[in-house]
């Protein structure tokens, strides 16, 4: 029978897996102390952070939140990354720090509830920022709505310039148009 202290720790890993958008399990194995803060201050203006979990607890807290296929890497020492908002930015940290540090290893990931190896981590850290997304969707359907206000006000214009030249043949003067 666990502890209430590790029943909490339990819980609190749970909610982790269930409530992050991302969450990447890492072995830390050979890094410093203070890479680990290095990381944890990179991840921080992400609305991201790191934790060193216990395999067995982490076992028990991939079961609740319905994530058993963690088990299988739950070996050797683990760090859990985990990104609360916007999964991209956390992933693009990790794998920078992955290539400098050539020490921290990515295991698995968890994206949104939903199990992904370590190589589906890598293309998330290759897609655009979320706002870049955004506006580039704004942009693509704003393009050809502005092609339409542009069809719709020359016609107008057009219209316009009939009616003024035809005041003009009428002899009518440029004012009264």
Known sequence: MPTPKKLQEINEI??????????ILTDYRGLKVSDLQTLRS????????IRVVKNTLTAIAA???GLGE??????GPTALVYANEDPVAPSKVVSDFVRTSRILQIKLGVLEGQVIQADAIEEL?????????LARVVGSVQSPLAGLVGVLSATIRSLAYVLQARSGQLGGSEEAA
């Open 14 to 23: 749970s909610e982790l897996l269930k409530g992050a958008q991302l969450a």
């Open 42 to 49: 990179q991840l921080r203006p992400h609305s991201a952070g």
């Open 70 to 75: 963690l088990r299988s890497t739950l070996t």
């Open 125 to 133: 850290a290759s897609l655009p920022p979320r706002d870049v997304l």
């Open 63 to 65: 079961d609740n939140a």
